[in-house]
């Protein structure tokens, strides 16, 4: 089992939908979360840190459910400029590593 | 401000060339990263560096060397470049279980 594990995609939703993404992680010890956003191969850049409590920026709301050991990014009101591929991160403090999922393929289509 | 600056941006190499790929970041982080990552995968890391002085094998470390030159600068080199070698590779740092910040990528092509 990969300790990182997201649906690739590509999702392909229209203008103005609501999408959301999934993403599981196998350790329980795992303490630090991010959703990154990559566009076309190009570095991947932070969209958003994940609490416990849920949070949100505009349109992105992400929540982390411990118990189930996932986290989710909700993105309302879709933009063309969405589109990108969305990358799943867990830090586990000690290990100075940041697993990444490989990622999840968003379309936003005219 | 320009955060993590890698070098070059591209470089082609013939099979068995060597090379080094500089990575410097001037967030004082004292965490850094390699990684690479292929056509339709994720990211996979290659080296870190926890701290000045320290450096760590990742998820696919052979074939290459580090070298973490100071607080700022950490570098990767190919001693003998192979053909699935060819990606891109990215440098990123961090403090502790903060976001990473990632730079622009290497795009590394070996014939």
């Known amino acids: 089992r990969k300790e990182v594990e997201q649906d690739p995609g590509p999702f392909n939703v229209p203008e103005g939908a609501t999408v959301a993404f999934n993403c599981t992680y196998s350790n329980s010890a795992s303490q630090s979360f991010f959703w990154y956003r990559q566009d076309c191969r190009k570095e991947p850049k932070l969209l958003m840190s994940v609490y416990s409590s849920g949070n949100e920026d505009g349109r992105f709301t992400a929540q982390l459910n411990r118990a189930s050991q996932y986290i989710s990014l909700l993105i309302r009101d879709s933009k063309l400029s969405d589109s990108a591929t969305y990358l799943c991160?867990?830090?586990?403090?000690?290990?100075?590593?940041?697993?990444f999922g490989t990622g999840t393929r968003l379309k936003v289509l005219a | 401000n320009a955060g993590v600056t890698q070098t070059p941006k591209f470089q082609v190499l013939k099979t068995g060339q060597s090379m080094t790929l500089q990575c410097a970041q001037d967030m004082n982080h004292n965490s850094m990263y390699w990684y690479r990552q292929d056509p339709g995968m994720g990211l996979r890391l290659i080296y870190y560096?926890?701290?000045?002085?320290?450096?760590d094998k990742g998820e696919v470390p052979n074939g290459y060397n580090v070298s973490r030159l100071n607080k700022r600068e950490f570098s990767l080199r190919l001693e003998s470049a192979a053909p699935s070698q060819t990606s891109v590779y990215f440098c990123?740092?961090?403090?502790?279980?903060?976001?990473?910040?990632f730079g622009d990528g290497t795009r590394l092509s070996i014939l």
């Open positions: 990123a740092s961090s403090v502790s279980n903060q976001p990473q910040h």
């Open positions: 991160v867990v830090f586990t403090s000690g290990t100075y590593k940041y697993i």
């Open positions: 560096s926890a701290s000045e002085g320290t450096t």
